[in-house]
């Protein structure tokens, strides 16, 4: 049993369900709970606070309860949350044939979490920024169910069934993550929206990683609590995800299912290891090795890469055969895949049609005969991962990338798209497509995409093309090139989702004086398109540009949002002021362990410091953060530090003594006990070594 005493103007939350609130003062009351199920210590959970709450019920057995601070009520969109989290419930209870195991389901925003969410049992808590302040896009929803729904995976897998040990984080994780995308597209409104979010995030960020030195195999030793916090990353979660998803497509959704509604009636209450794990799966077909599916995805780490290459003898394919190769010489595994292939052929008006999708096994080996194409008439286009299923990179030749190129507002499956625009950034980041030529693409194809979170995602993959792979004496002109491109479409688009995706990049884009000076001119005369998060973008590039009037603007805005989003944007503002004193101010009170901002503030602070119009002014504080970053790790929080990292790292792949100096902090790393630090600056020369060769690549 659990009681607590808390002032009497609090809420006060626990895994269990209260059982009685009793007055013991006239300002304290002591509230005692009912003892819960047996659960893992890590799941405890107590949350207490000036909340208001929204309440409800499911299937009139468990109570559900949304928490959040009264300033923020009016933002609260509580029927939705409530009717995604009964959505979840019942899918839940339907595909695993398991009850909802606890007492009762409460969902808290907290105050400044340090994570996305956690899974306490009954208790699961959510960063704020889940409250959408400004009209949200389709997008920010359904990633927002996304994380309710994976966190309310964790009840059953996770809670209910627990790993024996952290070295079991990433099923646990991935597991969640990939019903999360499979409660979303089956059970709400996003339908197959979801799969286009799985992909552009988890998915992405999985390919990534697992193309950084700094890539390790999923299953592997965590020899203690500390060295968890080292695989929280996209290999655990996004690599992970994107194998079930390959594995379900494998075996079958209803294998699947069965799979997994023996394993819980098996071991629920319990402990598992994730050779448990595939033995329950395993135990209701016979697609299935464990051992050796294990093996070949969990024992290794790195990307395989697929080419389906075919000849064509009159019309018809006489050969074809699937070419794999690996990312990296330092990992070359070569694996079995299962995945779709889709052909496709024209119609008389010019669109693309499906004619067939054939679901193929490629060998662990360097070539792969299809068999199954030989004999049938010639696609215009084929395509050897079609739904995603699986985890690889996908190369085309060189007459299916022209054919792409010509043909992309021909494609009408939104997924397929973002699978090419995929392809078409790969190419960018592998220095085989000139970036340039990536950004032109995008400012002149981007305004036929008529699926909002594609456009999104091309758009961001745009600006980090810019950041990363532009030479710098080119981003000046792309960048406005990009700007002019979303700002006109910003004001003569309808209202509705485009409109303000539309008007978030104009902020984004607006990277040079010309632009700056385009986006003030639109804050005196009140442009409706950019509403107040959107406005406060433009006030931080006002005084980080020295734009005449940039001081009064920014005492404008804060006399409109006295919020805690205010204050940060504020925080954000002050350190980008172009003076050195106001840069030698700042970085003062990052390195003061006894500095009065918060965690989060100080993160907004540090996310206004760095701007590459300032680089003259910057280039003192590159040695002083070499000089202190070790000291940071050491004394400071983990978020803490790895903020002070991502924001202050002196970036720019052109300035090579930033490249030596960051090899040299290596070498004196201990990487046994400063690993955190260690595995940052791999992964930031991996970045800059990338940045090098497609910056170059540009200039031939």
Excluded at 138 to 162: C, K, P, S, Y
Excluded at 311 to 319: F, L, M, Y
Excluded at 610 to 634: C, G, M, Y
């Amino acid at each position: 049993t659990l009681s607590v005493d808390a002032p009497s103007d609090w809420q006060v939350i626990a895994n269990g369900r209260k059982e009685k609130s009793e007055s013991i003062s006239n300002t304290t009351t002591t509230h005692s709970f009912l003892s819960t199920p047996r659960m893992s210590s890590y799941l405890f959970a107590i949350v207490a606070g000036p909340y208001d709450k929204e309440e409800d019920i499911y299937d009139n057995r468990a109570p559900l309860g949304i928490y959040i601070r009264k300033s923020l009520k009016k933002y609260l969109d509580t029927d939705n949350i409530f009717t995604q989290t009964k959505q979840g419930l019942a899918f839940y209870e339907s595909f695993f044939d398991f009850k909802y195991p606890f007492h009762k389901y409460d969902q808290l925003f907290v105050p400044e979490f340090n994570v996305g969410a956690m899974e306490n049992i009954g208790c699961v808590t959510f960063t704020e920024s889940y409250i959408f302040k400004q009209p949200p896009t389709t997008n920010q929803l359904a990633n927002r169910a996304d994380t309710i729904l994976h966190e309310m995976a964790h009840m059953w897998f996770g809670n209910l069934v627990t790993p024996v040990w952290w070295n079991g984080l990433w099923l646990n994780e991935s597991f969640a993550t990939y019903m999360a995308a499979l409660c979303v597209a089956s059970a709400t409104k996003y339908g197959n929206l979801s799969w286009l979010v799985f992909n552009s995030g988890m998915k992405q960020w999985a390919y990534r990683e697992d193309q950084l030195s700094t890539t390790h195999p999923i299953e592997g030793a965590v020899p203690d609590t500390d060295a968890t916090v080292l695989i929280f990353d996209g290999i655990t979660y996004g690599k992970g995800a994107s194998l079930l998803k390959q594995l379900v497509y494998l075996l079958g959704m209803d294998n699947f299912t069965a799979g997994m509604r023996y394993y819980f009636k098996k071991y629920a209450w319990g402990n598992t290891t994730i050779t448990q794990f595939l033995e329950a799966l395993a135990s209701v077909t016979d697609r299935l090795d464990p051992t050796a599916w294990a093996r070949e995805w969990l024992q290794t780490a790195g990307l395989n890469s697929l080419q389906l290459n075919y000849t064509v003898e009159n019309g018809i394919i006489s050969s074809a055969f699937v070419e794999q190769s690996t990312s990296s010489e330092a990992h070359p595994t070569l694996r079995h895949h299962a995945t779709e292939m889709a052909l496709y052929d024209s119609t008389e008006d010019g669109s693309l049609k499906l004619r067939e999708t054939l679901r193929l096994t490629v060998g662990a080996q360097s070539r792969t005969e299809v068999h199954e194409l030989k004999g049938k008439a010639a696609p215009v286009f084929a395509f050897i991962n079609n739904n995603d299923h699986a985890f690889v990179k996908c190369l085309l030749d060189a007459k299916s990338l022209q054919f792409v190129l010509s043909n992309l507002d021909k494609i009408n499956d939104p997924l397929l798209r973002q699978l090419l625009w995929s392809i078409l950034y790969d190419l960018t980041r592998d220095a085989k497509m000139k970036a340039s030529d990536y950004i032109k693409l995008v400012a002149s194809k981007v305004a036929i995409e008529t699926d909002p979170k594609l456009v999104q995602t091309i758009l961001s993959r745009a600006s980090s093309a810019l950041v990363h792979f532009i030479p710098n004496i080119k981003i000046d002109t792309f960048a406005d090139m990009l700007f002019e491109s979303v700002f006109s479409l910003a004001n003569s688009s309808p209202q509705g989702e485009f409109k303000i995706i539309w008007s978030r990049y104009s902020v984004e884009f607006a990277r040079t004086a010309k632009s700056v000076a385009v986006l003030a001119e639109e804050l005196k005369k009140g442009n409706p398109i950019f509403t107040q998060d959107l406005r406060w973008g433009i006030v931080v590039k006002l005084v980080a540009w020295d734009i005449p009037g940039a001081s009064e603007a920014l005492a404008v805005e804060q006399s409109r949002d006295k919020s805690d989003t205010g204050v940060r944007a504020t925080n954000r503002a002050s350190s980008s002021v172009p003076n050195m004193n106001v840069k030698n101010e700042s970085w003062e009170k990052f390195i003061n362990p006894d500095s009065k901002l918060s965690v989060h503030q100080a993160a907004a602070a540090m996310s206004g410091f760095h701007w590459r119009h300032q680089q003259d002014l910057l280039n003192p504080f590159t040695a002083k953060f070499f000089e202190s970053i070790r000291d940071v790790f050491k004394n400071r929080e983990k978020e803490y530090a790895s903020s002070f990292f991502q924001y202050l790292f002196p970036y720019n792949p052109e300035n090579k003594d930033i490249k030596e100096q960051a090899r040299k902090l290596l070498q004196q790393l201990d990487e046994q006990e400063e690993k955190h630090l260690t595995k940052l600056l791999k992964e930031e020369l991996d970045d800059i070594q990338r940045s090098e060769r497609c910056k170059a690549f540009d200039q031939q």
